[in-house]
């Protein structure tokens, strides 16, 4: 596995440059305030808060497999104009190849409204206020202070309620005393910013990183364990994929109709016959004939089928059901089926080619 998610972080940096564009735009906008120069705390909290964590709960909805199918084909055409092509391969690995990009472009978000706010402060005169027809500052202060619990540490960025009620609504006039207290609000904004925009954003992508290691490691094994078995496999002389022109299918395990049309690829143009313990009656073999004999994978071998196979020859197409559908034999079971083939003469053990 040589794609993109073998190593997260060496890709291009197209969503990372978006993001920070789309991140500085969008701040220089709402952190312009209005035509007094006047700065919401409200909006604020709703493009530096809300937005972030609405995202990443988002986020969380393709790892539990809610995500509507459009919703992550449309992800998928962005992730391969970014020049990362979707391997179909695992589904889970592009889910979070597309979702680890989305954390991407987050925190270049946040690094585009953290130089925002920078630029401001330095070259403009900011007055934050918040104004609001329903709130009032006793409703507001818990929830602020629930969000400024991730920096508890940082004194001058703590929301109180003296601050709240200093810098309510002042749409018309600022006292020159009072000024100050419009200033105070920048730490919180930082604050805001730092903890919801940008280190929430790289604890994801730490969390999705984790998971593609997880899923890299599970294929992995899967793929040392297939290795092991095709090594297995190919260990025994007597099996084959493919099959003699003429063949005669023998239905030696009576499988029904709808088994066999599951295996049309591998019996069509042949003809079928019937025999074997649960069979009304047994058919003679012609020994010029070639057979492929359909038995089921997880029996074990019996005398019976031994002594009718005996001066006979051809393929034993040991047949896995599961739920009704036909699917790969089980290693263990192929092998039973391949030891009781080396002590017959001219017989070996069909299996398709997918499975070598």
Known sequence: MTNFATDPWQTRHIPLFLGVVLGFLGSIFFLSGDQYGQVNILVLLGLFVGVPVLGGLLSLLPL?????????????????????????????????????????????????????????????????????????????????????????????AQPTMELLTATQDSRLTVDAARALDFKKWWPFVMACQLCYGFILRLVMMAIIRWRIAAVIKMS?????????????????????????????????????????????????????ITAGPFSSKQSSLDTSSHYLVLVKAWEPPLQELKDYLQHCKGVIYPVELQREKVSKPKPHHLQEWQRFTETLQDWAVYVEEETL
């Open 220 to 272: 992995n094994k899967r793929e040392a364990k297939r290795h092991r078995h095709v090594a297995t496999t190919k260990s025994f002389s007597n099996t084959t994929n493919q099959l003699p022109d003429k063949v005669v299918v023998l239905n030696w395990a009576s499988f029904a109709d709808a088994t066999l049309t599951q295996l049309n690829d591998v019996i069509k143009k042949h003809p079928v």
């Open 64 to 156: 539990v497999n809610l995500e509507p199918p459009a919703v992550h084909q449309f992800k998928a055409r962005l992730f391969t104009f970014w020049g990362r092509p979707i391997h179909h391969n695992d589904e889970r690995l592009d889910k979070l190849s597309v979702l680890y990009h989305g954390q991407y472009v987050g925190v270049g978000f946040g690094l585009g409204s953290l130089l925002a706010l920078l630029l401001l402060l330095v070259f403009t005169d900011m007055h934050f206020v918040w104004r609001s027809t329903l709130l009032t500052p006793q409703l507001l202060l818990p929830v602020l202070q629930v969000l400024s619990l991730p920096w508890f540490f940082w004194q001058s």
